[in-house]
């Protein structure tokens, strides 16, 4: 059974930090890209960071040079590192899983798999 767990998420202050972690399970990790979005209230999912099989990287706009993605293989986990948070950071962040590994996707509809979500939540 294909597994997505993320955690990490929480209340943190603005300027603060997280770590997301997205754990999974049932299909070969190493074969996969791995994408971070997230979904505020009211708004539409959005792409946050991936990672490719090959260890690109892509970053949204609105948190490049504050979130850093990273995968440890031996774990079969990617986390996220999310420094100097602020509030329009706040949404569900979700991990997904995309069997194309070395595609860089940033649109939902290409992923396989996804995680239930953790919530996010920064205050000002």
């Known amino acids: 059974e294909v597994q997505l767990v993320e955690s990490g998420g929480g209340l943190v202050q603005a300027g603060g930090s997280l770590i997301l972690s997205c754990a999974a399970s049932?299909?070969?990790?190493?074969?996969?890209?791995i994408g971070w979005f997230r979904q505020a209230p009211g708004k539409e999912r959005e792409g946050v960071s991936c990672?490719?099989?090959?260890?690109?990287?892509y970053y949204a706009e609105s948190v490049k040079g504050r979130f850093t993605i990273s995968w440890d293989n031996a774990k079969n986990t990617v986390y996220l590192q999310m420094n100097s948070l602020k509030p329009e950071d706040t949404a569900v962040y979700f991990c997904?899983?995309?069997?194309?590994?070395?595609?860089?996707?940033?649109?939902?509809?290409?992923?396989?798999?996804w995680g239930q979500g953790t919530q996010v939540t920064v205050s000002s």
């Open positions: 049932g299909f070969i990790f190493d074969d996969y890209a």
């Open positions: 997904a899983a995309d069997r194309a590994g070395s595609r860089i996707a940033t649109v939902t509809y290409l992923y396989d798999y």
């Open positions: 990672i490719s099989s090959d260890g690109t990287t």
